[in-house]
Nanobody, 117 residues
């Protein structure tokens, strides 16, 4: 089992920045990728960014150029969010994928990000 704990959410004005953290613990040796999804009120959960064990990254088009995912060995992943927009308001979830699967297997509890216009 893997446990994921997010932190760093909050209220920020449009144009501001936040950095989210995701700390993984437990059987982290089994993890191949850690990423972030978000869910806005009344909308489906959407992919934001992901980083592999080797450091390769992938981003959603909607946030490309504004958000950066990174990892601090061994088990903490960050999401640096710059130039925040009102539409970035959502609950942000950290998720982890095991080596043997092709989808996220573990989820954090989520952290709220609210961007005021």
């Amino acid at each position: 089992q893997v446990q994921l704990v997010e932190s760093g959410g909050g209220l920020v004005q449009a144009g501001g920045s936040l950095r989210l953290s995701c700390a993984a613990s437990g059987s982290t040796f089994s993890i191949s990728r850690i990423g972030w999804d978000r869910q806005a009120p009344g909308k489906q959960r959407e992919f934001i960014a992901v980083i592999s064990r080797g450091g390769s990254t992938n981003y959603a088009e909607s946030i490309k150029g504004r958000f950066t995912i990174s990892r601090d060995a061994p088990n903490t992943v960050y999401l640096q969010m710059n130039s925040l927009k009102f539409e970035d308001t959502a609950i942000y979830y950290c998720a982890a994928q095991r080596i043997v699967t092709s989808q996220y297997d573990y989820w954090g509890q989520g952290t709220q990000v609210t961007v005021s216009s």
